[in-house]
Structure formats: C-alpha cells, structure tokens
C-alpha cells in the first residue's frame, strides 16, 4: 500500500483492509471486484491486483501459510527481488539486500561513482554478508537512504559511514533527468438513463485504470480547444477527461448500473463524476 501512497494516507485503510480480508484464504477466495472496492481511492490499482493473486498462489501453493523461502516469496506477483530481500531479512533475517532507489545512491555516494545495477547487487550483497544482524543492517541503509544521505543534501559530518564513503563531505551531485510527463486526452462518453441507470464498461487488465468500471473512454489524437472538466495526475501521465453527454443508445461490451456509487471506479472518475453528474 505504501508504495507510491503515503503513510498519512494508508495507515487508515491498512486497519480497513484487515477488518475485510483477516487472513489470506478469506482475500484469496473474494472476487476481484470486491478487492478493487477495498482498495479505492489508493491509487494504483495493480498493487490491489497483485496481492490478490498472491494471497491465492499462497492458498494453492503454500497451504496457505506466506512462504518463507526467499525464492517462493520472490515468486508472489508483485514482489521483486528488493522487496522479496527487505520480507525475507526482516521476517526471516536472510542474508538478502534491499536495493531502492535511496540505497542505490548510498551505495554510489560510498563508491564515489555512477554504479550499473549488476554492481550494486554485488556491493549490496557484499556489504550485508558482512553482518550477523541484516534485518537492521537492511533498515539501517534505508533510513541512511532516506535521512542522512539525500539526493539534495547530505549530513556526512554525522553519518556513520563517513569513514568507508568516498564522496564524503562532497556537494551531491546534480540530478541528471526529471520524470518527463505524458499529456493524454479522453473522451468519457457518459450514458445516463431514469429507468436504467448509468452505462459503465471494465477496463482492459492492462493499462491505466485495468479492471476497473468507467463509462466508455475514447483516447483523441489532438488537444482539445475547450478546458478539460477534470485532470488526473499519474506518476507519468497528465490525464485530461472531457465529459460529453449522450443520447443515443450505447453499444459494446459495458452494463448498465443503478449507481456508480459502490462500484470500483477509479479516482479520477470519481471526481469527474461528483463534479460533473
Ligand atoms: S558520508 Fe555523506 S555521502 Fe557518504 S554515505 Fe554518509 S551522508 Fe552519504
């Protein structure tokens, strides 16, 4: 959940989830739908995703108890070889790095030069093989990542590592690239009817918004003239919706729902729609 999200945020619906999901058989067995529910308003639906089917390879494959085996977590979807090193450390002290993007400028600050990924696994590993305690040392560098040794400033004069980093009491260096932003402009053709309600198709499994329940979008190759009704912000995407009402009747694979309300719609739906209809 606290990927990309924050903890302000999260820490009320991790108490939520738990009331709805209490164990991994009860998650397994719940429709997508049901989940996607759960998660709304968090963001990134994938993540919602990627848990349920894990909680379901748990009940299948592992009796339904979280595996313990660095390589069976690693196997859960959604897990990668940095998370799977962080759950294996802290749950099971392995000897199993974390490598975010905070330790990956550590480890580069300690080396004193821009490091491909293959070099930092093996520094990383290097360096946690060394300890009898790697679930501290995992937190350790993590919180050095997010505190001390940040990518503007640097507090080398009280860091622990001073001694062992070659670019200590140096400037940080200059960030190379910005996250470049992606404008695209939808359509969302709104069908609404007294006796039937609202028409609402699922997304496809991929893609922005996969499995979730919108009116039919319809991507335009230019910009708009007129002002969009409402933008919603991705990490790389500049959402920009355009509401058109219509009145004839819709066509295609949606269904038509007495209310979005209860649905899993997603956020920038939802404040399209308490704006707009
Ligand atoms: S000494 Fe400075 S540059 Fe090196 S790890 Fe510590 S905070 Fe970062």
Redesign the pocket.
């Known amino acids: 959940m606290l990927q990309q999200t924050q903890v302000k945020t999260v820490l009320p619906r991790y108490t939520a989830w738990f009331e709805v999901f209490p164990d991994v058989q009860t998650l397994a067995a719940t429709h997508i739908d049901d989940v996607f529910k759960q998660w709304e308003g968090l963001g990134y639906y994938r993540r919602a995703r990627f848990i349920h089917e894990s909680s379901q390879h748990i009940a299948q494959s592992f009796d339904g108890k979280f595996p313990h085996k660095f390589e069976d977590i690693l196997s859960l979807k959604g897990i990668g070889q940095s998370t799977a090193g962080a759950i294996s450390s802290f749950c099971f002290q392995t000897h199993t790095p974390v490598l975010d993007g905070n330790i990956k400028r550590?480890l580069s600050?300690?080396e004193n030069k821009v490091l491909t990924d293959k070099e930092l696994w093996n520094i990383a590993q290097g360096w946690i093989d060394k300890t009898d305690k790697p679930d501290l040392w995992n937190q350790a560098m993590m919180e050095?990542g997010a505190t001390?040794?940040g990518a503007k400033k640097?507090?080398?004069a009280?860091?622990?590592?001073?001694q062992?980093?070659l670019?200590?009491?140096?400037e940080?260096p200059k960030k190379l690239s910005s996250i470049k932003v992606k404008h695209v402009f939808w359509q969302v053709h709104l069908f609404q009817h007294e006796k039937h309600g609202i028409w609402l198709e699922q997304r496809p499994k991929s893609g922005i918004w996969a499995g979730l329940w919108t009116p039919p979008i319809q991507e335009l190759d230019a910009k708009p003239t007129q002002q969009p009704d409402y933008i919603h912000q991705l990490t790389h995407r500049k959402v920009h919706l355009y509401l058109k009402n219509q009145e004839e009747e819709p066509q295609g694979n949606g269904q038509w729902f007495k209310s979005w309300e209860g649905l899993a719609v997603p956020t920038g739906i939802h404040r399209l729609f308490e704006q707009k209809v």
């Open positions: 550590v600050s300690w050095l001390l040794c640097r507090g080398c009280a860091c622990p590592m001073q062992n980093c670019s200590a009491f140096t940080a």
